[in-house]
């Protein structure tokens, strides 16, 4: 199945809304609606254009701010599952460990100082988080 470039700039477009609004309560029909398709037709092309599904982006990018507020330290990890758009403690928990390899509170307790004096940007590559490809 190949994607028309049509098709990709209205993907990009949903997958920008994730980037940006992830703290918000995003679900499959309000993205598809960004990209103008059906919500299963969203689903199946997110998934073969993006390797994983638009659930599993989402959660991915919630995770990574959540790492970034995790290491402040000024904010307990019941904050920042609210902050970054989790409305489950438990949900985001069991996420957070699932991708990152532990779990929030031992993020948060854990030292942080390589990653001083670093360009944001830079901290947020080196600390992204990775999903297998098989995942998702």
Not at 80 to 103: H, K, Q, R
């Amino acid at each position: 199945m190949s994607v028309d470039l049509d098709e990709l700039r209205r993907l990009r477009r949903a997958r920008d809304r994730m980037d940006r609004e992830y703290a918000q309560p995003l679900d499959v029909a309000a993205l598809a609606t960004t990209a103008y398709m059906s919500p299963a037709h969203f689903s199946r092309r997110f998934r073969a254009v993006y390797g994983e599904t638009p659930y599993s982006y989402l959660m991915t990018r919630r995770i990574e701010r959540a790492q970034a507020l995790l290491r402040r330290g000024d904010m307990t990890v019941t904050d920042v599952c609210f902050a970054v758009g989790c409305s489950s403690l438990g949900s985001f928990s069991a996420s957070f460990t699932e991708i990152v390899g532990e779990t929030p509170s031992s993020y948060r307790s854990r030292d942080h100082e390589d990653l001083q004096g670093m360009a944001p940007c830079h901290a947020m590559v080196v600390t992204r988080p990775r999903r297998s490809r098989a995942t998702g």
